[in-house]
């Protein structure tokens, strides 16, 4: 029994350690958008490709990964992952010697595999791991945390090697310490993984796979898309993910070109919104069961909104002093990292009212959603298209839109019209 918890606690230190991983690697990339846009003379949107190629790779491996996942199970999904992580992550950082902007956006499509097969794994391991119920629960608001500490770290690292100003001689290869301490958790990760004893209650049984093969499988007439509420739920995480990513990324590209910021200050700042979206989390975990998913993605979208007209409008000449920051800053950027108290709680409340009354079908539309997840890269990709044509702050319609669409979701769609079908 000892040695089953001593076990089960080192698989936990390593989803937890994978957890900070995703949210580590997928904000490089996003951060990395300052240097491709200096190294390789891109656009806002180019250098946004990053991030899309990142993203996208959800969109091709979401399903897939999910089949992985039962057919060959946690423990040997999470180690083709990380290797596929050292690969992706490599391959950036090779980029920045062989000077070529295809083998940079190669390498960010490679990190995303990784990171939609990460995702497939760590959220329900974790809740296995927990033994379910209010315990499984807390392990992985815990991990969400550890993902909220790799969010705030990578813009801060980034803006740390840069330095002051982005000059010409500006390149991927400043980065390379961060890709390297990347590469060398995920080495580790592997080690460890390799070595733990975790646990398969999903993967198919002998009997399943030998329907499996022999064509035996009763097709089933429904499937998570017959349900509306989940459709439009899962549009409705397509754009909250384009939100949570394009929020900051804009901000980042903005802020590195203003006089008195530069990247430091920028990568800090941004670092600030992932940092609030770890205090949201908490909040959001402290009142969840006293508030409902429609109540609380409803005043998050509001309030998000608010701070993005702030964020707009506040003229850039109006500046104050932050704690932790050695300079006086824009106050419109200020309600740029208030926006992470409000994208933080999103997520979960967009997947508990999609995912509601789904029953048997709660497993294949996990997979799209992660599927859907590519709007993270896809939603920046089109705010920064709209910057290049007007400025970065006209580009934040994009985000009130999105945002717009999920407040329409949270009071008029999100209701289970559908109950008349079977799900046990």
């Known amino acids: 029994m000892g040695q089953n918890q001593k076990g089960n606690g080192l698989a936990i230190a390593v989803m937890f350690m994978l957890f900070f991983m995703i949210a580590f690697v997928t904000n490089f990339a996003g951060s990395m958008a300052i240097i491709a846009k200096s190294q390789f003379e891109a656009s806002n949107a180019m250098a946004q490709l990053g991030t899309l190629a990142n993203f996208l790779a959800y969109a091709f491996m979401g399903v897939p990964a999910g089949i992985i ?56 391991m974790l809740n296995t791991l927990g033994g379910g119920g209010n315990k499984g629960n807390q392990l992985v608001q815990l991990g969400g945390s550890c993902n909220s500490i790799g969010g705030t770290l990578a813009p801060i690292l980034l803006g740390y090697l840069i330095g002051g100003q982005v000059t010409e001689n500006t390149s991927v290869s400043d980065a390379a310490p961060a890709m390297l301490i990347a590469m060398g958790i995920f080495a580790v990760a592997f080690i460890v993984i390799a070595l733990s004893a975790i646990p398969e209650p999903h993967m198919e049984t002998a009997e399943e796979k030998a329907a499996r093969k022999a064509g035996n499988v009763k097709k089933d007439p429904h499937g998570p898309m017959s349900f509306r509420h989940f459709v439009l739920g899962a549009i409705a995480i397509f754009f909250y993910v384009g939100v949570e990513v394009g929020i900051p990324n804009t901000a980042n590209l903005y802020m590195s070109g203003l006089e008195g910021v530069g990247p430091a200050i920028a990568g800090t700042l941004v670092g600030f919104y992932f940092a609030c979206m770890m205090i949201g989390r908490l909040i959001g975990g402290a009142i969840g069961g006293k508030v409902s998913s429609k109540a609380m993605l409803s005043f998050a979208c509001i309030l998000n909104i608010i701070f993005v007209l702030c964020l707009m409008y506040i003229p850039e000449t109006v500046r104050m002093s932050v704690p932790g920051v050695d300079a006086q800053v824009p106050v419109s950027m200020v309600f740029m990292f208030l926006c992470g108290l409000c994208t933080s709680v999103m997520f979960g409340s967009i997947f508990n009212l999609a995912a509601e009354g789904l029953g048997k079908y709660t497993p294949m539309a996990s997979g799209i959603f992660m599927a859907l997840i590519c709007g993270g890269g896809i939603i920046p990709f089109v705010q920064n298209f709209v910057a290049d044509l007007t400025n970065y702050m006209t580009s934040y319609w994009v985000i009130i839109a999105s945002l717009a669409y999920m407040l329409a979701y949270g009071l008029f769609f999100s209701k289970n019209v559908n109950k008349d079908i079977p799900t046990e």
């Open 69 to 124: 996942l039962k057919r060959k199970g946690y423990k040997f999904t999470s180690l083709a992952a990380v290797v596929v992580g050292i690969v992706g992550v490599g391959v950036q950082l090779l980029s920045g010697y062989v000077a070529s902007f295809e083998v940079y956006v190669l390498g960010a499509f490679i990190a995303g595999f990784s990171m939609t097969m990460l995702n497939i794994v760590v959220n329900p």
